[in-house]
């Protein structure tokens, strides 16, 4: 089992039904498949693609720098709804940001983060790292580091790694282990910027890449269960 995780949400999921905003029908359900995993430290980093990319946002006179700022709110957003659903169905977090907005969250640091996961409170990241040029991908594994996270699991809409895109090849092949250098080398994978594989290659942490709309899959993946694909050296 792993004591302490990285759960690497993005905004999509976070949709749900609709073509962009936030389902708090998908946050509670995301409640109860946490709450499932007794004994656990929970990190969650969240995305802000269901109400904009900085990437997508950036030219036409909006600089890289501003679009991914705005990016950046956007994972704010989905940080302080997620965080309430998941007081409102028992589940005890707290959101912490990384780009300075006081009236509306604490600011994350070190020490906050580790005295909440101590008292198994749930720990809602927004803003990534608070720079531009990084995706929230390399942000989740920068902060795994920092919060000494024994795995970082990669929620997806798919069941894992594949040698090609299984919604558009269907004999694509899925791997259950595959290692970071082999995964960093193939160009066809891109359930997470090479940056961020690189990163955790460099310092072993594992990265678990698995199906969130599937029940009991978070703990599964928690106690070492064999879903998904496991990333690691």
């Known amino acids: 089992m792993y004591r302490r995780i990285l759960l690497k949400l993005s905004g999509e999921q976070l949709q749900g039904e609709f073509d962009s905003g936030f389902d ?3 946050a509670a359900w995301i409640a109860r498949e946490i709450k499932k995993t007794e004994g656990a430290e929970i990190v969650v980093m969240i995305g802000g693609g269901n109400f904009i990319r900085g990437a997508q946002l950036a030219g036409n006179g909006i600089g890289r720098v501003t679009a991914d700022n705005i990016g950046m709110l956007a994972t704010m957003m989905n940080a302080l709804a997620l965080t309430d659903v998941f007081n409102a169905n028992g ?3 707290r959101a912490l940001t990384n780009i300075k907005s006081d009236q509306v969250a604490d600011q994350f640091t070190h020490r906050r983060a580790l005295s909440h996961l101590k008292k198994k ?8 790292i608070g720079r531009p040029y990084l995706t929230t991908d390399t942000a989740a594994v920068n902060l795994a580091l920092e919060l000494d996270c024994h795995a970082i699991l990669k929620a997806t809409k798919v069941d894992g790694v594949y040698d090609a895109d299984p919604m558009r090849v269907p004999e694509a092949k899925r791997f259950e282990v595959i290692s970071y250098q082999e995964a960093l080398e193939q160009p066809a994978i891109k359930v997470m ?3 961020a594989l690189g990163l955790a290659a460099e310092y072993g942490t594992p990265v678990i890449v698995f199906e969130l709309l599937k029940e009991d ?3 599964k993946a928690i106690n070492g269960a064999p879903i998904g694909t496991t990333i690691r050296a």
């Not at 409170?121 to 990534?128: L, N, W």
């Open 193 to 195: 910027d090479k940056a």
């Open 121 to 128: 409170r749930v720990v809602v990241i927004a803003g990534g």
């Open 91 to 93: 589940l005890e977090a």
């Open 24 to 26: 708090v029908k998908r």
């Open 217 to 219: 899959n978070i703990t």
